[in-house]
């Protein structure tokens, strides 16, 4: 149980271009998700909080107009990268809080993202 | 603002050998410490979750303890394998909800044949 998916694995685009990523709770519903970031060999640095049907709370020193998050359902959050630079280029990582453990959150594979 | 520090950044060692993974966090009033493991490019699998009420967790070949005055954890990995090859990460919740996790730098262990 508790299992979290993210979609696409790993995703390559253009400067420029906007990118979606799709974080999804398959077992349960997940009442809150959050958004994390990871740089090449550092730690995991929360960006966002997003409730189901509500606006998401982003951390201080991330730009909530360039990373959209839509939290629609209790399965589905989105991320959506706009006009990507090569520097936001890093690995993504959602998780998901709720269901039959609701103080604990289960994390998602991962998308890795490449701007070039 | 809760610091979480893992030492040391990166350890390698010969399989079968036992060893000690070091957390300490900088806030000690918190709910839970988490470890996790992440294999290269992938993303995070739970280990061992101690309440602050508890002093240890028992998981197979894994041992994680808590000092939660003193602001430290350790996880001790029995026999180590190849397969024990990976980044492991301690997080702390100072929530009590998982609202919001604190993640240490974590330490990239590499177990040699």
């Known amino acids: 149980g508790a299992v979290v998916s993210q979609h696409p694995s790993w995703v390559i685009c253009k400067s420029g271009t906007s990118v979606k990523i799709e974080c999804r709770s398959l077992d349960f519903q997940a009442t809150t998700m959050f958004w994390y970031r990871q740089f090449p060999k550092q730690s995991l640095m929360l960006m966002a909080t997003s409730n189901e049907g509500s606006k998401a709370t982003y951390e201080q020193g991330v730009e909530k107009d360039k990373f959209l998050i839509n939290h629609a359902s209790l399965t589905l959050s989105t991320l959506t990268v706009t006009s990507a630079h090569p520097e936001d280029s890093s690995f993504y990582i959602c998780?998901?809080?709720?269901?039959?453990?609701?103080?604990?959150?289960?994390f998602g594979p991962g998308t890795r993202l490449t701007v070039l | 603002k809760q610091e979480v520090t893992q030492i040391p950044a990166a350890l390698s060692v010969p399989e079968g050998e036992n060893l000690v993974l070091n957390c300490s966090f900088t806030?000690?009033?918190?709910?839970?410490l988490q470890w996790f493991r992440q294999d290269p490019g992938k993303g995070l699998t739970s280990l061992l979750l101690?309440?602050?009420?508890?002093r240890e967790q028992t998981s197979g070949r894994l041992n994680a303890s808590l000092d939660k005055s003193s602001g430290r954890s350790t996880l001790y990995i029995a026999a180590s394998q190849p397969g024990d090859s990976a980044t492991y990460l301690c997080a702390v919740d100072d929530t009590g909800t998982a609202s919001k996790l604190t993640f240490g730098t974590g330490t990239r262990l590499q177990v040699t044949l």
């Open positions: 101690i309440q602050s009420s508890q």
């Open positions: 806030d000690s009033a918190i709910y839970n």
């Open positions: 998780s998901a809080r709720g269901g039959l453990k609701p103080n604990e959150q289960f």
